[in-house]
């Protein structure tokens, strides 16, 4: 069974890659639409200062989304990352007021999120519960664990030497801080996904998990080991999140779920598991920092960013479904022409 699965897989990767490319040249199409546009509405929009603070503005969602993709290559959801960034930002508030030091800090808040993510991983692998109900019901504990540490007050005067990582630029370049971070994550999950053994093992697990278990693969714990790793770096978007705004709060990220998941699935990620490349995800987080960048510059109101990731939230998900159902349409055509030929024919 395990082997004609696999069988199966394989014949059918080349044909995945060549839609993902087809995917990925689309957005691309779209991201210079979007910057022809905005250059239209601003003659801000092309310059290296808007690029700084458009890729900053982006930063911490470009984070949570890049582990997202690989829970979602496995066909499981967390939507409680933007709850652990806010949560990690309270901690971090709450020790800075109680003496602790920045380098003390950070690794309890990096901790902090590891343990989220580990409780996900423990209520979908060993509880068997579905990750969408799991992590919409850890969404709002962990944000409520926010508000009992933190409360609605906001905590500043953090150290100057901190702050500027959260949005200054490297020296001699217009690349900030955060976006380096990004690219170094972009660059080590994309080695991991598409070089590597459990990259493959990722991809087996989305497009059959029973047949990915039959065949020695451990699938409870690469499960595991991606929550853990979601929860982590989205701790790691509170820490930068904070530096980046000067302060902390436990409302910190509340909304961010929707532009994460758009770019997820906007990249290509099929929310059925067993598809999607970093690539796609990277080039969706492009587009949607530019499409942001671009209504702001020209003066439109937030609610409209919304209704435009939520549109592009439902046309990457319709789109491919309607081409599938449309290939399935022209093949049972062809089938019931072959068949119905010879008898046409007698």
């Keep these: 069974m395990s082997a004609n699965a696999g069988a199966s897989a394989a014949r059918a990767y080349p044909r995945r890659l060549s839609e993902l490319a087809r995917w990925e040249a689309l957005i691309f199409v779209l991201i210079v639409a979007t910057l022809i546009f905005g250059s239209g509405l601003s003659d801000r929009f092309l310059t290296l200062t808007n690029f700084s603070f458009a890729s900053k503005d982006i930063a911490e969602i470009a984070l949570m989304a890049l582990p997202l993709a690989l829970i979602v290559i496995t066909a499981e959801i967390d939507l409680s990352v933007a709850s652990v960034l806010g949560l990690s930002s309270a901690v971090l508030g709450e020790l800075w007021l109680a003496g602790w030091s920045m380098e003390a800090i950070i690794p309890v808040c990096l901790a902090i999120g ?22 919409i019901g850890t969404l709002t504990m962990y944000r409520g664990l926010a508000l009992v540490v933190l409360g609605d007050q906001g905590v500043t005067d953090f150290p100057a030497e901190w702050t500027r990582f959260g949005f200054e630029d490297i020296p001699g370049t217009s690349i900030p801080y955060p976006i380096a971070l990004v690219a170094l994550l972009a660059v080590g999950l994309a080695v991991l996904l598409h070089a590597t053994r459990l990259g493959r093992e990722i991809y087996a697990i989305g497009a059959n998990e029973e047949a990915a278990r039959f065949s020695g693969i451990r699938v409870k714990r690469i499960k595991s080991m991606l929550f853990v790793l979601s929860g982590t770096v989205a701790a790691l978007a509170g820490i930068v999140y904070s530096l980046r705004l000067a302060s902390a709060r436990a409302n910190y990220g509340e909304g961010f779920e929707l532009s994460v998941v758009a770019a997820v699935v906007l990249g290509g990620v099929s929310i059925f598991g067993g598809k999607g490349t970093i690539l796609g995800v990277v080039l969706a987080l492009i587009l949607l920092g530019a499409i942001r960048s671009a209504l702001t510059l020209g003066d439109v109101s937030q609610e409209w960013v919304l209704i435009v990731t939520g549109a592009l939230l439902i046309a990457a998900v319709l789109g491919p479904n309607l081409v599938q159902r449309v290939r399935e349409a022209r093949a049972h055509r062809r089938d019931r022409d072959t068949w119905s030929a010879p008898s046409g024919e007698g």
């Design 114 to 135: 590891a343990l989220c993510g580990a409780f996900n991983a423990f209520c979908v692998t060993r509880l068997g519960l579905p990750s969408l109900a799991v992590t």
